[in-house]
C-alpha cells in the first residue's frame, strides 16, 4: 500500500485522572526526522514516543505534540525561587530609584516573572504514565497513518496511470522503430536514383547503408527494459513495505532509457512520444517525492 509522506492525526483522552493529547503531522523528508513537544515535566516522554512512532513510521519529517494535564491536583505544591524572587525585586528597586519611579510593585507582580513560582509535584510513575501516553499515541498514529493511506492512494492512482502512458508510447516506438528503417530505406533509393539516373544501383552498398542505419536507431533493448522497469514500478507500488527511495531510483532509470531512445531516433513522431514520455516521467517523478 502507498503512503503519502503527508499526515496528521490526534487523539485526546482521559485516563485516570489526566487528560492526555498527543498530535502528529508531517511533510515530506528523505529520513525519519522527528521532533517533539512534552511538558518539561515529562520529558522522559520524548524519547519512548519517537522510538514507538519510528516504529510505525519510516521517513518524513514529523512534528509531535504530547499535552498532559494533571487533574487531581491535590498532590501538586507551589514553591517560592527565594533566591530568584529576591533578585527580581533588588532589580526593580535599582530601575525605581535610578529613574525615580515608584516602588509600586508587589507580590503579585513579582510572581508573574519565569520561574519565581515553582510546581512541584509528587513522584509520578514513570511507566504508568508512559501506557496511558501511548494508548493515546496509538489512537494518534493510527489517524495519522489512515490519512497517508488516503493520500497515497490518489498518488498511486495518479503513478500507476502515467505509467500505462508511458508504456503506450513504449509500444508506439516499438512499432514506429521499424518503419523508420523501411522509410530510410525508400529514401535513399530514391537519393541514389536522383543521383544517377537509370544506372544499375549498388543494392549491397544500398542494404549496407540500411543496415548500419537500422543498427544505429534500434531501440529494442531500451523498450525491453523500459517495460521492465515499468513492471518492476508497479510491483513496488502494491508493496508493503516503504517504497518512496526505490521508487526514486527505478524512475532515474526510466528517464536514462527514455533519453537513450531519444538520442538514437532521427524520426519526428518518435521524438514526439519521447518529449511526452519525459513530461510523464516528470510528474511521476514530483509525485513519489512524497511517497513514504
Not at 57 to 64: D, L, P, Q, T
Not at 258 to 275: A, F, P, Q
Request: hydrophobic share 40%; aromatic share 8%; charged share 35%.
Amino acid at each position: 500500500m502507498v503512503k503519502s509522506m503527508t499526515g496528521f492525526g490526534r487523539a485526546v483522552k482521559e485516563i485516570d485522572g489526566y487528560i492526555i493529547t498527543v498530535e502528529l503531522k508531517s511533510v515530506n523528508h528523505k529520513y525519519f526526522e522527528f521532533f517533539s513537544r512534552c511538558p518539561r515535566q515529562y520529558g522522559f516522554i520524548d524519547d519512548r514516543i519517537k522510538s514507538y512512532v519510528n516504529s510505525r513510521v519510516a521517513r518524513g519529517k514529523i512534528e509531535c505534540f504530547v499535552g498532559i494535564e494533571a487533574l487531581n491536583t491535590e498532590a501538586a505544591d507551589i514553591a517560592v525561587n527565594n533566591s530568584l524572587a529576591e533578585a527580581y525585586v533588588k532589580a526593580l528597586k535599582e530601575l525605581s530609584s535610578k529613574y525615580e519611579l515608584r516602588e509600586d510593585f508587589g507580590a503579585a507582580t513579582v510572581a508573574k516573572f519565569p520561574d519565581v513560582l515553582v510546581v512541584r509535584k509528587t513522584e509520578e510513575d514513570e511507566e504508568l504514565l508512559w501506557s496511558y501516553v501511548k494508548e493515546v499515541a496509538e489512537e494518534a498514529v493510527d489517524k495519522f497513518i489512515e490519512m497517508r493511506a488516503a493520500e497515497g492512494k490518489r498518488m498511486y492512482d495518479d503513478v500507476y496511470s502515467r505509467s500505462q502512458y508511458i508504456l503506450d508510447c513504449v509500444e508506439f516506438v516499438e512499432e514506429r522503430s521499424p518503419q523508420t528503417v523501411k522509410e530510410y530505406n525508400e529514401k535513399l533509393v530514391a537519393r541514389v536514383h536522383d543521383l544517377i539516373g537509370d544506372a544499375s544501383l549498388d543494392e549491397d552498398r544500398i542494404l549496407q547503408e540500411v543496415a548500419i542505419y537500422a543498427d544505429k536507431v534500434a531501440v529494442a533493448e531500451e523498450t525491453v527494459r523500459l517495460r521492465s522497469h515499468i513492471e518492476q514500478l508497479r510491483s513496488f507500488l502494491q508493496s508493503d513495505e516503504p517504497i518512496g527511495r526505490k521508487l526514486d531510483f527505478l524512475v532515474q532509470e526510466i528517464n536514462r532509457e527514455t533519453n537513450t531512445i531519444g538520442s538514437k531516433c532521427s524520426d519526428l513522431e518518435i521524438s514526439r512520444k519521447v518529449v511526452d514520455m519525459k513530461g510523464e516521467i516528470e510528474k511521476i517523478r514530483e509525485q513519489i517525492q512524497n511517497i513514504e
